[in-house]
């Protein structure tokens, strides 16, 4: 009887180092580009929620008087700082794929050009299992989910 022990083989694509790098570089600028604008969604809400809680506290003045126009008004803007609540989940999922961004650039380079005697190999999380953190497509006032 003969033992046959073979190796399996991995197919492999060989790619010129400097376009290694420039895709690395690439993604590195995308992730940079993303947590910009989770910079700037997180400002502009709170900008928003500012601007609406004084709109708000002025709709509140009992000098108001009462009609259907005015409470119409006030169930808008009630929507309309429920509806804000999409930062949180626009920037659970820029952070996610800025992670997967990020590993797919780190390893690119790792598989590539493999690393040096002595050379850092810069710590990236495992890329995430799940495809979307945000299951959520809509919001309703009053509904929360918790996890």
């Known amino acids: ?9 991995v197919p492999a694509v060989q790619l010129p180092v400097m376009l290694v790098a420039e895709v690395q570089d690439s993604l590195l600028v995308v992730v940079h580009d993303l947590t910009r604008l989770d910079s700037l969604l997180a400002h502009t809400m ?61 390893r690119l380079a790792a598989e590539s050009m493999g690393s040096e005697d002595g050379e850092a190999v810069p710590f990236v999380e495992e890329v995430p299992d799940r495809p979307n953190p945000v299951t959520q497509d809509e919001m309703d006032a009053g509904s929360v989910e918790l996890f």
């Open 1 to 9: 009887m003969q033992s046959s022990l073979t190796t399996p083989t």
């Open 46 to 106: 709170e900008n928003l929620m500012e601007r609406f809680t004084s709109a708000s506290a002025n709709l509140e003045d009992p000098a108001l008087k009462e009609s259907k126009e005015l409470d119409a008004v006030r169930g808008a803007l009630r929507a309309a700082v429920t509806e804000l609540q999409f930062q949180d989940m626009a920037s659970q999922l820029i952070v996610h794929t800025s992670k997967i961004l990020q590993g797919c650039a780190y």
